[in-house]
């Protein structure tokens, strides 16, 4: 037996496995990128660490671009072209080519332009006024369904709710009167990765148009927007994308949409011609037509910084390290259980139950826990030094940022856990915790 660093007693084989793989892994050398302490920090699916050369980048354009160069930055350091640029940088992490994603905006307001983009993208066709209905996610993260509730009104649809993890419930939603389907490709409490390309396969295949929320995908696997012919999509950065609290979010629009893509919020920056002022609105050509108000300069160059860590960053390597490190994790949390409880994963008398799926084509990168007293439990371990969030009433959740995520990170958590676990077994709560520990701000 040995200790790992929070003092806990673990099997030698589980330690020194996680050291093995560490040594191993090829993108290790990226967690020396970030600014962290000892804390394990399993929270990146709701906001990613700093970028260590982040907060120099962000002094300078304070400082000089702002301080010194005063208007003269949105030509001179390049401002206003800011969010087609960073739209490009971010691309291929996505699987887009250049000129088909643009940032600005938060992800809600996104949603709101790329479903209403949706229904009048859909309606263009000849049986236009039959489209008269929203497909949602049934289980999405509550925006997107108030969000998808409001373009419904706006539009004069319906809402169909559906899940995703039914594909035989999606294709009997599906038909001659959908107009828009909006669909997460990640659940956001479970970490379950629904299949991108049959679905979208399946709403074209009625005609209807497919916009995809990519906030628990984008920079934590594959996407391929463009290969598997998606619509319209939205996505956060200040998750896996690591761009800050509150960061730009981004919109995707293919590029046969383009020139049709109508957005509900024509916005004085996407006119083809901004300066001219002119009273009657003329949209810009390309995804510029998803822009709206004037950039937020200081998030969107934090943003651009922190995809600095990306240069040289194969997505397919950060795939496969999300699958071993969150394998590792259920592998670690199992053997613990049975160590000091006497029962496994799925056993009877476990105190927790996974929601994360078996099979990798179904997993995204965190893994979900089912916990009686989660509230209790999450607070307790963020006290000890393992920071991941809880979603109401019962789930602990756990981001795997493979950038910096290390599987003796993976490890140690476990450990925690467990004993965490154990005392709360072993002692009578006569209190549940708030519930508010480590939750935040949006998915």
Not at 106 to 115: D, E, I, L, M, R
Not at 124 to 135: C, F, Q, S, Y
Not at 305 to 331: C, M, Y
Not at 386 to 394: E, K, T
Request: charged share 20%.
């Amino acid at each position: 037996m040995s200790e790992n660093s929070c003092g806990t007693t673990v099997p030698d084989d589980l330690a020194e496995r996680a050291a093995a793989l560490d040594a191993a892994d090829g993108l290790a050398a990226l967690r020396k990128l970030f600014t962290l302490d000892d804390t394990v920090y399993l929270d990146g699916n709701s906001l990613g660490a700093l970028p260590r050369h982040v907060p120099a980048r962000i002094a300078e354009v304070v400082e000089r671009e702002w301080g010194e160069l005063r208007i003269r930055s949105w030509s001179e350091s390049g401002w206003w072209t800011a969010p087609e640029r960073i739209g490009d940088r971010i691309a291929p992490l996505v699987g887009a080519a250049p000129g088909r994603i643009v940032v600005g905006d938060s992800t809600s307001v996104n949603v709101f332009k790329a479903v209403v983009g949706a229904v009048r993208i859909a309606r263009r066709g000849p049986d236009g006024d039959a489209r008269t209905e929203v497909v949602v996610d049934a289980r999405t993260f509550p925006t997107d369904g108030y969000i998808a509730a409001s373009a419904a009104r706006l539009t004069g649809c319906r809402i169909v709710p559906v899940d995703p993890a039914d594909p035989g419930a999606v294709a009997s939603a599906l038909g001659p009167a959908t107009a828009a389907v909006l669909l997460n490709q990640v659940d956001y409490r479970s970490g379950r990765l629904h299949d991108l390309p049959a679905l979208t396969a399946a709403v074209h295949a009625v005609g209807a148009v497919a916009v995809w929320d990519l906030c628990h995908s984008a920079g934590a696997l594959p996407v391929g927007l463009d290969a598997h012919g998606v619509d319209l999509a939205v996505g956060c950065t200040y998750k896996y994308l690591n761009g800050g609290p509150g960061a730009p979010a981004f919109l995707y629009i293919a590029e046969r949409h383009q020139g049709v893509f109508d957005s509900p919020l024509p916005g004085w920056t996407s006119h083809t011609d901004p300066f001219a002022m002119d009273p009657a609105y003329t949209p810009a050509e390309g995804a510029l037509r998803g822009r709206v108000g004037t950039p937020d300069i200081l998030s969107m160059l934090t943003l651009e910084a922190a995809l600095d860590v990306w240069d040289g960053v194969p997505i397919e390597a950060v795939r496969a390290k999300s699958l071993a490190l969150t394998d590792f994790f259920l592998e670690c949390v199992d053997g613990r259980l049975g160590e000091r409880l006497g029962t496994g994963l799925g056993e009877p008398g476990c105190p927790v139950r996974s929601l994360t799926p078996a099979e990798h084509r179904h997993r995204g990168s965190q893994t979900a826990l089912s916990c009686a007293d989660a509230p209790v439990v999450m607070e307790r371990l963020i006290a000890r030094g393992v920071v991941g969030d809880l979603r109401r009433p019962d789930v602990l959740r756990f981001g795997f940022t493979p950038l910096y995520t290390s599987f003796a990170d993976a490890e140690r958590a476990a450990s925690v856990l467990v004993d965490v676990l154990a005392e709360v077994l072993a002692e009578p709560l006569t209190e549940a915790a708030s519930g508010n520990s480590g939750v935040s701000t949006e998915g």
